[in-house]
């Protein structure tokens, strides 16, 4: 199990830190969430959740993995539960709700890697300069459109500041460089990250 804290030197951070019993429930409850949807007979053991952080609400993401491949991600930028409920839920949108996917097989369960990111309030940036890759999250918006990017994306893929951004307009179905226009809204958030 691996963590990392993605945190910025001027705004707070998540505001959360886990010890690894908490990061090892939260991944427990992620994947037993998807094994009783395909199988709701699943004798699966039920990880306590008697842990008072597990209860606070926070924005977040849970993605898998297949063989280093993407296989589904999703997540809520503002709070909807308290983790423990939270991140079930997700897991579950994550396995069967990512429209780029099919749905999860329960054959590809023992080969999912799981990653959950939870995230700071999210800020407005006037000043795109600002943006630090690997560090912030990236929310680009413009009229209608909108595309969100988590900062593990810009590490994993080696972009600099101005590729993250350009990706992110695609994201939200904008053209490159639109970042750069008036009327676009440029928001910055980080994220607590650990997987299995």
């Known amino acids: 199990m691996g963590s990392k804290l993605e945190n910025d030197k001027n705004h707070k951070g998540p505001g959360v830190e886990l010890t690894e019993a908490e990061q090892d429930i939260l991944l427990k409850l992620a994947r037993n969430a998807i094994i009783r949807k395909l199988q709701p007979t699943s004798s699966e053991e039920v990880p ?22 993407l296989r589904g991600c999703i997540g809520h930028l503002i709070p909807m539960a308290p983790l423990r409920d939270e991140v079930q839920n997700v897991a579950r949108l994550a396995a069967f709700e990512d429209p780029r996917f ?9 080969e999912l890697h799981l990653e959950i990111t939870i995230l700071s309030p999210m800020y407005r940036i006037d000043d795109p ?30 972009w600099d500041r101005e590729t993250f951004l350009d990706q992110t307009c695609i994201k939200a179905g904008l053209r ?12 910055v958030f980080t994220a607590y990250i650990f997987s299995e």
């Open 176 to 187: 490159p460089g639109d970042w750069r226009k008036s009327d676009t809204e440029i928001s």
């Open 102 to 110: 099919p749905s999860v097989s329960i054959n590809e369960v023992p």
């Open 48 to 69: 306590s959740v008697d842990y008072p952080v597990l209860n606070e609400e926070r924005g977040l993401f849970v993605t898998l993995h297949k063989n280093s491949a």
């Open 129 to 158: 300069e600002t943006v630090i890759p690997g560090k912030h999250g990236l929310l680009i918006s413009r009229g209608f459109y909108q595309g969100l990017l988590l900062p593990q994306v810009a590490s994993e893929r080696g």
